[in-house]
């Protein structure tokens, strides 16, 4: 190994190490906060074991999707904007339940093992994944949606025959797998009545839909806009922007192209994961355990993007990031200083995040050291740097109260 090499696995360890210090930091404060019961530091020491075990996967695929040579950049990158995330920071506080730490992890197995297999034979690649898609839904209902992610995968990929044939033998197989195993552990464990319970699930999924969609028609437009800032505000305007930025782009190349591959189910996936979990939180769910899937899925695909050398390697993006997050962790701070509380004022928040980015895009094209700086790669330096404000600003809260 080079000495540039050894220099820059040093570097990459100590960011790792320092994300995942503030993490645990940040989790702590939380929790000294909200008051937790010294009963469920089991269940707290389990989730933040699984989100560790996710921000490595999260590592892995972000190192696999990133461009060449700069997959340790990308690892990173990915991690932080993972870990640092507030809904992620909170998510195992909101509840006891850690069934959406275990799904977050179980989505991203079979992410990463689709890519390690990508070189397989068809039927040797679906085979492993029918596995893993059944550990996937064993690890929370909301990995279901893995089947309709799968779908412009298949429309859109060059060999649509044999792509039907691993849909198929995945959905199929997995399904097979998780019946056959979900009835013989319960029958050992003797709770017989909870075999078909998987069953009794999907028979009702029409009934709960019918269900919550009356309730959403009886939402009035000022508490569905108070539920949708909630759920930006858990994520980072900023993060969301740049989220969809690098998955829809993905989406459309696709289309465009008639072409798919791992990172357009990926992309899919995560889409999903959002829209699903932006509903759950207008029906008045607390958990909100789709949207740290949501962010473990994103968190890779966005790093790719910063990790590509025109990007990471100039020097004008570089100075954006640190403007964009200096203005807008000023205006934040202000607004948190004017406001109060980080749980009042959403509409001022998000507000506030649009006027940073919009000052910082002034700032930066009449600079004369960023004006080499293309348009796209000048915003997502300013979601960038915006969506690390943010976090820092919430950490800071956190680590005050």
Known sequence: MYPKQVKSWVRAGFFLFGTVSVYLALFAAFAKSMAVSPGSFYSLTEHVVLVLLSAILVFATAWRLAPSRRGLAGGVIAVI?????PSVVFQGLLSS????????LLCLLFLCGWMA?????????STLLAFLFAAALWGGASNVWIVLALVPWVVYNRRPLAAMGVFL???????????????VAHWILGQHQAILAPWRFLCACERRAGMALNHLGSLGAPQSLDRIVDVLIALSPAWIVLAFWSTGRQLVNSVLERRSDVSTFACGLAWILFIVASAAVLLGAQRMGSL???VALSAPLVARDLARREFYLHRGTRLIVLWAFLVAAGIQWLTTFIIGAPGTGGLWRLWSAGVAAVMTLFVSTAAEETKEVSMESRWQAILAGGALASYVNVGYLLLKS
Not at 81 to 85: A, E, I, K, S, V
């Open 81 to 85: 904007f993972y870990l640092l995330n």
């Open 97 to 104: 339940w850690t069934g959406t730490s275990y799904a977050a």
């Open 117 to 125: 297999t990508d070189h397989w034979s068809a039927f040797m690649r």
């Open 169 to 183: 033998n995945i959905v199929l197989g997995g399904a097979i797998f998780f019946f056959v195993s979900w009835a």
């Open 292 to 294: 740290t899937t949501f």
